[in-house]
């Protein structure tokens, strides 16, 4: 079935007691056992029948045999590093979401676990040479958060594997409407479905999918033990998210790119980020492995005070942190998202401002950004 089709019907048929078209909200915590030890469910932190749906869905929409559920992002983002032993390396893109690069640099480092950070032209050219026996992991972003650049999976997947390493591939800002990592050779993909596949800004929740059995074995288990799980409201809520993602992942690229031309010919814009331009730097590589080029837009405003200033005076964009929503949002990532890097080496630029690019009218949206960026 095409990928529409499974987005509304993979894990939902209709309920079996009483027909019911929508999958139920299981809201429980327990269930009676027909005898000691006998039953299919027996308490909803292992299983949910709402979990299930969205778990057999999302796997299904990113070509995986098994996918995992989780309360947030970062609680799927825990739980596979959970894979990880103290004093083994993970290998990490640069330009990684704020978030991430605060788990691994406050939490995990301190706990003796190592990080290396390379570019996301590194990643593409010479990964080889930065992992070693010790590498346990490649954690990617593509494109990435919130300076969009394009890692190639397919090349990083062979250098790591051939080191023994494992692949993550954060797919959050693509969805797996345009791009599915593990097609590319990815072992493990992650995500915030509080972004595009809930859709609707309602809902924290997070997936991990692979299709190694021994992986989903792993990761199941540590998600009972470690018990991250969403309950069964925003489970439901994300299964409704996937219905409508495909009609509105085509109306976030269908926007963007017309952000995009606004921007490139706008004077107050000194450059724009977006993988859909012919000069991106890994443009090529998006078209290969990419059916679109997303919401996602940054761009570089004259000074980092008129950066801060202009995504302050939008009406219809609002400010705010997160993105993936039916509406638009615009944001200082430097002060925002991404304040946990700001004492890094690879700190994003006071100059960036990153849009999320909504399904409203684009003409009101290129209207209300002529109108912030001149002042």
Partial sequence: MDFETRAIHAGQEPDPRTGAVAVPIYQTSTYAQRA????????????????????????????????????????????????????RRVVSVNDVYGGTYRLFSKVYEPKGYRFSYLSAEQCNTELADHLGDDTALVWLETPTNPLLNVVDLRAAADAAHAASALVVVDNTFASPYLQRPIEHGADIVVHSTTKYLGGHSDLIGGFAATGDAGLAERLAFLQNSLGGVPGPLDAWLVLRGLKTLGVRMRAHCENAAAIVEFLQGHDRVERVLYPGIGEHPGHDIARRQMDGFGGMVSFLAASEDEAVAL?????????????GGVESLIEHPGRMTHASTADSPFATPGTLVRLSVGIESAADLIADLDQALRG
């Fill in 36 to 87: 000691v030890g006998e039953y299919e469910y027996d308490y909803s932190r292992t299983r949910n029948p709402t979990r299930d749906a969205l778990e057999e869905c999302l796997a299904s929409l990113e070509g995986a045999a098994h996918g995992l559920a989780f309360a947030s992002g970062m609680a799927a983002a825990t739980t596979v590093m959970h894979l990880v032993d103290p004093s």
């Fill in 311 to 323: 995504a302050a005076r939008t009406k219809i964009w609002t400010l705010a942190e997160s993105l």
